[in-house]
């Protein structure tokens, strides 16, 4: 696998930006998941995603309905948060199999909670508290997961 992109000390607006530079490399699909404690920037980060993407309605946190889904052009994005699950097992009802398709986008935040019954990853993100700022550490999991990463690091400048 390769280097994984690592940004220290990331303000919100910086957060954002690393967002916008990730999404033109999505607009075919894949499976991303965010990482971290509570507070640590996942939503900021899926939200900045899906705009960036082209999302034009209001980006609501699926803190509660645990799947929001968007269409733009031909790509179907579902964003999922999985806070509030206690089982994997409690996914079944989403017909993720369905949701899971290779010209789809899954966001998931707190995928840690649907171990098992989630799509494997192309790119992991984890965001961690670092003060008042994040720093940001993402890896590719696949084949797919090294295309974006590359494609990322080269939007971000990042080596």
């Given amino acids: 696998?390769?280097?994984?992109l690592v940004v220290q000390?990331?303000?919100?607006?910086?957060?954002?930006?690393l967002a916008e530079q990730l999404a033109p490399a999505l607009r075919g699909g894949g499976a991303?998941?965010?990482?971290?404690?509570?507070?640590?920037?996942k939503t900021t980060f899926a939200r900045a995603l899906l705009?960036?993407?082209?999302?034009?309605?209001?980006?609501?946190?699926?803190?509660y309905s645990l799947i929001e889904t968007y269409r733009v052009g031909?790509?179907?994005?579902?964003?999922?948060?999985?806070y509030r699950i206690a089982d994997a097992g409690e996914l079944e009802w989403l017909g993720l199999s369905d949701l899971a398709v290779a010209s789809a986008?899954?966001?998931?935040?707190?995928?840690?909670?649907g171990a098992g019954a989630l799509p494997a990853a192309d790119l992991r993100v984890e965001l961690r508290h670092a003060g008042a700022a994040r720093d940001l550490f993402a890896q590719a999991c696949s084949p797919r997961g090294e295309v974006l990463l590359g494609?990322?690091?080269?939007?971000a400048q990042v080596v």
Avoid at 51 to 63: H, I, Y
């Fill in 151 to 155: 494609a990322w690091k080269a939007a």
């Fill in 51 to 63: 705009r960036a993407l082209g999302v034009g309605e209001r980006v609501k946190s699926p803190t």
């Fill in 105 to 113: 986008l899954l966001v998931v935040e707190w995928p840690e909670r």
């Fill in 74 to 82: 031909d790509l179907d994005i579902h964003h999922l948060d999985l």
């Fill in 9 to 17: 000390g990331a303000d919100e607006s910086r957060l954002i930006t």
């Fill in 1 to 4: 696998m390769s280097v994984p």
């Fill in 32 to 41: 991303i998941q965010l990482h971290g404690a509570l507070g640590a920037g």
